[in-house]
């Protein structure tokens, strides 16, 4: 069984700062890992996927995260965000080799203060 | 493109009934995903659907049921609704090629249920 954590469940940065969202996982086996954005009365778009190779994916907006086996991590970065990055973010993670059934985090809302 | 649609996106029942949500995926996309999202609870996998049989399950009783068509349109049903029942339920749609962990999920806006 797989599991997720994002640490932080509200992060507050003021806009042009960086900010970093972080991601621990726990799984026995190989995993792909994602990171998707909700706005407001939306479903989820995905931002970046893990799924093999280079361990520094780059995604859409400006995000990127870094796969760390050693630490089981995926932490997404982003290195100036917009007022329009205020939004709730998930990280997700499934099984590489087996049943693709994702696992989400709990969420961290990143609001950004102008 | 047209994107993943959800039908209704608001809709509020009561203790005991039962309620069909419907889902369009994108053209050409043959596998849709069913998720419950609940403050509670968080997202949560409900089933996936390709080529209109259920290939994957989440951890749900039974009163909750999806289908898929020829067209690749699904439906999930709620029977005998409780108020724990009240989310919002997302559908997302993908190729559903083999290798399947690794195609992008697009997801539709979602559908509030709310259960009295």
């Known amino acids: 069984a797989q599991s997720v954590t994002q640490l932080d469940s509200q992060v507050p940065v003021f806009e042009e700062a960086p900010v970093e969202l972080r991601c621990n996982y726990s799984?026995?086996?190989?995993?792909?890992l994602f990171w998707y954005v909700q706005y407001p009365n939306q479903g989820l778009q995905l931002l970046l996927k893990?799924?093999?190779?280079?361990?520094l994916v780059k995604g859409i907006n400006g995000f990127e995260a870094e796969f760390n086996k050693s630490q089981t991590s995926f932490h997404l970065r982003k290195p100036s965000v917009h007022i329009s990055d205020t939004a709730e973010y998930f990280c997700?993670?499934?099984?590489?080799?087996?049943?693709?059934?994702?696992?989400f985090g709990r969420g961290t809302s990143l609001i950004v203060h102008p | 493109k047209a994107g993943v649609t959800q039908t209704p996106r608001y809709l509020i029942k009561t203790r005991g009934q039962q309620v069909t949500l419907s889902c369009s995926p994108i053209?050409?996309?043959?596998?849709v995903s069913w998720y419950q999202q609940t403050p509670g609870q968080g997202l949560q996998f409900l089933f996936e659907y390709f080529s209109e049989t259920q290939r994957n399950k989440g951890n749900f009783p039974g009163r909750f049921s999806g289908r898929q068509f020829s067209n690749s349109r699904s439906e999930m049903n709620v029977s005998t609704l409780e108020l724990g029942d009240s989310a919002l339920y997302l559908c997302?749609?993908?190729?559903?090629?083999?290798?399947?962990?690794?195609?992008?999920?697009?997801f539709g806006p979602g559908t509030r249920l709310t259960v009295l």
């Open positions: 799984s026995s086996v190989s995993v792909y």
């Open positions: 997302a749609s993908s190729l559903g090629n083999p290798g399947q962990g690794t195609d992008t999920q697009y």
């Open positions: 053209s050409g996309h043959r596998s």
């Open positions: 997700a993670v499934s099984d590489a080799g087996g049943s693709y059934i994702p696992t």
């Open positions: 893990y799924l093999s190779g280079s361990t």
